[in-house]
């Protein structure tokens, strides 16, 4: 079994990428793997900062990224 990550930057969230990306993943689940999709359009994502914080080694930090 493989972990699958689909990155959807289509401008639409209906349109023909999502028929592609539907078909792939039932195709890929039918075969056992484990598919997650992004749709990017959705998500709050900007740059790194270089605040250093993913290089700190703190206990427990489930995410150090300002």
Partial sequence: MKKIVILNGAAKKNGNTATLIKAFTEGA??????????????????????????????SGAINPCV
């Fill in 29 to 58: 689940e039918a075969a056992g793997n484990e598919v997650r999709e992004f749709y990017l359009q959705n998500m709050n994502i900007r740059g790194c900062l270089d605040c250093q914080g993913c290089a700190r080694k703190e």
